[in-house]
């Protein structure tokens, strides 16, 4: 006889939702949502297409991560370490780059640390360092939050950045053998294991809700009725209304317009080994990272595995702006790598085997990358994860307050959070 005592609805099946499921589908019935054909969200392998499994959306372990470690080695899945050398190439010129910071960086830091209120990091920079003398730095920063954290300098907070490059590891990166989908498949297996149940095709539209009672309408007209409502879809998607709520929530409305929400376009190519050999490796031997002044600035390689897979990386305002036509995001890349490798065009295109772009704007189930901190975003976070009437619950990786903000971890950390807060809810049905 079943005795779980309450329904619990999940919409989403990304890292979050999944964390969530895995927990609370032991002791209630669960059923998760999941608008694509597929689990994962922004976890996003592109498989069969190249001679690895690539990844279109999360990729790299970035420093220590625990709750994601101890998920993997509960699968038996391996991490392994990223290595290569990081080069940079600026007005024609390459060079390698020796990830060191100047003088100026070293003040920045400081000032930064004897700061007292927040304020948007670009305010920071026009505030203690304006003037041509502090330009090259002005430069630094604005790649390093833009590229890194697909942040707009406008909103960004000089207090999350702060804290962010304090911990910051940039030796400590590593890469999940089988990639992500592998603890994709733990989580949704623990999932089915405990009853719970995965519904794909299934995006949630509306929400008719009060207390103890939600009422849950997807896109095709099938209405599905809980006790409780978990909602871990991105946060593009709440910012741009994707969901309406019955009773409507304006002030959270105001809290998801808050947050920051970053762009980002991955180009993924395969190049013919010959190539890959005698011009990539040829140019930037043993290459981790590219870092540049082309229209697709950031590239990077499968170091230390020696196959000619290449990842450009377009974040941040220029994501949002660039023509997202496919054929011109194509051409911008293919003209960007030209540029790198000081080859022709035909060239690269018989070298060409294989190629992929992951336009996440685009993406109607995502409308964006992943999180980063606006002044403020702390206490519109606890506003937005306090439960509405113990009824309505959010989580996702825009949710969660940390060093961690906009990766995996704080997915699985927010959404295992979330579960938590449900299963103590007072008045949960018997």
Not at 193 to 219: D, F, I
Not at 284 to 293: A, E, K, L, T, V
Not at 392 to 405: H, I, K, P, Q
């Amino acid at each position: 006889m079943d005795t779980k005592p309450g329904r619990i609805i999940i919409a989403g099946a990304g890292a979050s939702g999944l964390m969530a499921a895995s927990v609370l589908a032991t002791h209630y019935h669960v059923i998760v949502l999941e608008a694509r054909d597929r689990v994962g969200g922004r976890i996003c392998p592109v498989e069969g297409k190249f001679s690895i499994s690539a990844e279109a959306g999360a990729e790299f372990i970035h420093g220590e991560q625990p709750l994601t470690q101890q998920i993997l080695q509960n699968s038996g899945t391996q991490p392994r370490p990223f290595a290569g050398r990081m080069y940079r190439r600026d007005g024609g010129t390459t060079y390698r780059d020796s990830n060191g910071f100047s003088d100026q960086w070293d003040e920045m830091i400081n000032a930064l640390h004897e700061l007292q209120t927040d304020m948007p990091i670009a305010e920071f920079l026009d505030t203690h360092f304006a003037g041509k003398a502090y330009a090259d730095l002005r430069a630094s920063v604005k790649q390093f939050a833009e590229g890194y954290d697909a942040a707009d300098l406008d909103r960004v907070s000089s207090f999350a950045l702060r804290e962010e490059w304090a911990h910051q590891d940039d030796d400590d990166q590593m890469r999940i053998n089988g990639g992500y989908n592998q603890l994709i498949g733990y989580l949704l297996n623990a999932v089915s294991m405990h009853g719970g149940e995965v519904l794909l095709n299934a995006p949630v539209t509306n929400v008719k809700w009060s207390a103890g009672r939600v009422e849950v309408a997807v896109a095709d007209g099938r209405a599905f009725h809980a006790d409780q409502l978990l909602i871990t879809v991105p946060l593009g998607v709440l910012q741009n209304n994707g969901i309406a709520f019955t009773p409507a929530l304006p002030e959270h409305e105001k809290a998801f317009a808050g947050l920051g929400f970053g762009n980002v376009i991955k180009f993924i190519f395969e190049l013919h080994p010959l190539f890959w050999n005698e011009v990539v490796q040829e140019k930037y031997r043993d290459f981790g990272f590219i870092f540049s002044d082309a229209e697709v600035p950031t590239w990077w390689s499968q170091a230390p595995d020696k196959v000619p897979v290449i990842t450009g990386w377009l974040s941040g305002p220029a994501a949002q702006t660039i023509n997202k036509d496919p054929e011109f995001l194509f051409n911008a890349a293919m003209k960007s790598l030209c540029y790198l490798l000081d080859v022709d065009r035909s060239e690269l295109d018989k070298a060409l085997v294989q190629w992929h772009i992951a336009d996440w704007i685009s993406d109607p189930h995502s409308l964006g990358a992943y999180a980063y901190a606006t002044v403020g975003s702390k206490y519109l976070i606890n506003f937005l994860t306090t439960p509405v009437a113990d009824t309505l619950y959010f989580a996702g990786e825009a949710l969660y307050v940390g060093t961690a903000m906009g990766t995996v971890e704080a997915a699985l950390k927010s959404g295992e959070a979330a579960a938590s807060k449900m299963a103590a809810a007072p008045d949960k049905i018997a």
